[in-house]
C-alpha cells in the first residue's frame, strides 16, 4: 500500500516565530516572546522573489535577465480565535523575526525576516489573519533549508 507522507495532507507541519533583538553591530539574538503557530495556521506560502535587470547589447533580438539580488518572504496564514491572535501580538511586539518551519520529520526551513503586512478578513464561517516576513540580511544564507 502507498502511504502519503503526512505533511501533504497539511498534518505534521510545525511553525515557530522567535522575535529577534538586533544590537548595535546588526547582529540577530533570540528574545521572547516565541509564538508557536504549529496547530493555528491554515497556510504557509514560500516565495523567491529575485531582483532581475534585463542586460543585453543594442542590437540583441532576445532579452538576456540577470540575477542582481534574492529574496525571499513568508506569508502565514493564522485561523482567528476569539482570543489573542499569535501573528498580529507578534508583530506588535517585535519588528524583526526568525521563523523556523519543519515539514514532515526531516526537512526544516529557517528564515530572517521583518515583519511586513498584516491583514484580518472576518466573514462567516473561518476567518483568516495573514502577515508577511520579508527578508533581512542575517550575514548568512537566507533562508537555510535542511532535510530531504
Known sequence: MVAIPLWLKGAN????????NVDTAGTLT???PVATLTGTLERVSWRSLPKKQ?????????????????R???????????????????F????????????????????YGVRGDYEEGLEEGK????????????GQANPTITGS
Open 92 to 111: 506588535a511586539s517585535a519588528a524583526v523575526f526568525k521563523l523556523v518551519m519543519t515539514r514532515g520529520t526531516t526537512r526544516s526551513f529557517t528564515f
Open 72 to 90: 525571499t518572504e513568508f506569508t502565514l496564514s493564522e485561523i482567528l480565535k476569539p482570543t489573542a491572535n499569535l501573528i498580529e501580538a507578534a
Open 54 to 70: 534585463e542586460i543585453s547589447h543594442m542590437g540583441a533580438a532576445r532579452e538576456h535577465d540577470v540575477i542582481l539580488k534574492e
Open 13 to 20: 507541519v510545525g511553525c515557530v516565530m522567535t522575535p529577534q
Open 127 to 138: 476567518s483568516l489573519g495573514v502577515g508577511t516576513l520579508t527578508m533581512v540580511d542575517p
Open 30 to 32: 533570540d528574545t521572547t
